[in-house]
């Protein structure tokens, strides 16, 4: 039976609406910082690792695409591997994405306030800092607990919006690019690589939520992948652009402008109106990723309360009067601000990174295991070239956790053993209740 009788919803989107979803999601604060980070550690050659990254998002947005065809509950990352392996690792795979996204938007909201601090410089005091971040995460929790209206209202910002001063830029900067700046002195070293893949990926995390609409798609065997080449097609093409233009206009000063290297290349080519326009459309972009992460993370800790996969029902709660999942956003939104107050940009976004990572590592081999549980049906998307693409897939994605510091494994490690007691204890008192 075709989705479109078993859920009522009508397949109206096409190759390209689903690609401009794809794009819209990926495309969000990171790139506004990151190229400075990455020309800090590849210096001109830092094409290759956006080339990389690219290519993995790729395979794993078709990991992706194949799972999803076959579980059709919600829940997305998790419930594909919860499908495959069990109630343990769906566990995992749904706390790891919820601290990916913690970790995300603490990053975020620290380039934020560095940004904010370019321009008004008394927020650069750390006790200004702090005071801001409170504002800011507290000011979004209380906007989102008052009501779901007046959150959804700050989260349309629109693909347009977030584009164009970046397409702009791209376009009228080639006048000052100076190619001698692009020339590769030395190749980079494998370590540079590693690291410069692994904290360059946060900036193409997060396609995957492109491919929800899963039962609004059209022709979904025909349109998805079709979607998934367009859409990582264009958002590689334009961080190539973007990594090009601001290394070849600023060169060695590019990794000394850290906070807002976007807008720096803009000062050049179109003076301080250019800075000021790049500067606030970053901090547009980077507010409306806040606003959308503390809208509908929240309510994924509800559902996963619901649900019982987190043993805290009172995460489940919902406020008498404003009808939202008010603890929930409370508690998502101060996890946010105290992270963002301990930790900096580049230090949060390799956290975020590995969190997402392991998951998608777990989606990847979720694939491998579905296909052997269960018999492809009519409407199932099936990736070609056999088990390729996954294994492909999560080879890569081992290789980009193995550039994390020691510090950064030990913690990961400790995190793991931490949910995996947690998880048992949890098993093991459900048990003795139901005995009794």
């Known amino acids: 039976m075709d989705n479109l009788k078993e859920t009522g919803l009508k397949r109206e989107i096409g190759v390209w609406g689903l690609s401009a979803n794809i794009v ?26 956006y080339l990389f990254c690219g290519f993995l998002i790729a395979l794993v947005m078709l990991c992706f695409a ?21 109630p343990y690792t769906g566990f995992l795979a749904a706390i790891f994405m919820i601290v990916g996204s ?10 934020l306030v560095e940004l904010i601090g ?15 971040l409170f504002v800011l995460f507290s000011g979004l929790a209380f906007l989102n607990v008052v009501g779901v209206k007046q959150g959804i209202g700050l989260v349309k910002i629109n693909t347009v919006a977030k584009l164009t001063p ?4 791209i376009f009228f900067s080639w006048k000052d690019v100076s190619f001698s700046n692009l020339y590769w002195e030395s190749a980079p070293s494998f370590s540079q690589f590693g690291q410069a893949c692994l904290i360059l990926f946060f900036a193409f995390q997060g396609g995957d939520a492109g491919l929800t609409v899963g039962g609004e798609i059209k022709d979904p065997q025909k349109t998805v992948p079709k979607a998934i080449f367009f859409g990582i097609f264009f958002v590689l093409i334009l961080y190539v652009l973007i990594q090009t233009v601001s290394q070849g206009v600023l060169g060695d000063q590019l990794s000394e402008n850290k906070e807002a290297p976007l807008a720096a290349v803009a000062n050049i080519v179109f003076g301080p109106i250019g800075f000021t326009v790049l500067l606030v459309g970053a901090g547009v972009s980077m507010f409306g990723m806040l606003s959308g992460e503390i809208l509908n993370l929240p309510r994924v ?6 649900d019982r996969i987190i043993p805290i029902d009172k995460l489940a709660a919902i406020h008498p009067r404003f009808k939202t999942p008010y603890l929930a956003i409370l508690i998502y939104a101060g996890l946010g601000f105290t992270l963002a107050a301990l930790g900096g940009f580049r230090q949060l976004a390799v956290i975020a990174s590995a969190s997402m990572l392991l998951v998608y590592f777990g989606v990847s081999l979720s694939v491998i295991w579905l296909r052997k549980k269960q018999q492809f049906k009519s409407g199932d998307f099936k990736i070609p070239f056999g088990y390729t693409v996954p294994i492909l897939s999560a080879g890569i994605i081992l ?17 793991f053993i931490a949910l995996s007691v947690i998880y048992f204890l949890m098993k093991a008192i459900k048990t003795k209740k139901l005995k009794k």
Do not use: C, H, Q, W
């Open 24 to 49: 819209n999601i990926i495309v969000g604060a990171g790139i506004f910082v990151l190229p400075a980070i990455v020309a800090e550690i590849m210096g001109s050659s830092g094409i290759i690792v």
């Open 66 to 86: 194949e799972a999803g065809s076959k579980v059709t509950r919600s829940g997305g990352a998790y419930a594909y591997v919860e499908t495959a392996f069990g």
């Open 102 to 111: 913690v970790f995300s938007d603490a990053a975020v909201a620290n380039a």
């Open 118 to 132: 370019l321009a008004f410089p008394v927020f650069t005091d750390p006790v200004n800092r702090f005071l801001l």
């Open 166 to 169: 970046i397409i702009l830029l």
């Open 301 to 306: 800790i509800f559902g996963l309360a619901s």
């Open 399 to 415: 290789f980009f956790l193995s550039n994390l510091n020691g510090y950064e494994k030990t913690g990961l490690v400790i995190f």
